[in-house]
Nanobody, 123 residues
């Protein structure tokens, strides 16, 4: 069982930056690949980024490649999403997910989810 809590969302102007955090409970955090997804109003939840359980590999959606960076600190049971050069179209609720062992690119591959944190980018 893993419980996830996201934080760090807020209102930012276009071109600005935010850093999201996702804190996980439990002693087996290092056994889970982690992912970030987002959901805009009226749209399906979409994949943003994922990181292996060790943190040695990452993968990004084309829409955020070069602007967002996913990292993790297994000693702190936390995964991060650094978001730079934000655009109004990045406005969404951002969720982190945990998947045992290997990473995934779709929502149905993740068993555990946080409650989400709102990111709003103004133009």
């Amino acid at each position: 069982q893993v419980q996830l809590v996201e934080s760090g969302g807020g209102l930012v102007q276009a071109g600005g930056s935010l850093r999201l955090s996702c804190a996980a409970s439990g002693r087996t955090f290092s056994g889970y690949a982690m992912g970030w997804f987002r959901q805009a109003p009226g749209k399906e939840r979409e994949f943003i980024a994922t990181i292996t359980k060790s943190g040695d590999s990452t993968y990004y959606a084309d829409s955020v490649l070069g602007r967002f960076t996913i990292t993790r600190d297994n000693a702190k049971n936390t995964v991060y999403l650094q978001m730079n050069s934000l655009k109004p179209e990045d406005t969404a609720v951002y969720y982190c997910g945990a998947r045992w062992h290997s990473w995934g690119l779709t929502t149905n591959e993740y068993k555990y989810w946080g409650q989400g944190t709102q990111v709003t980018v103004s133009s």
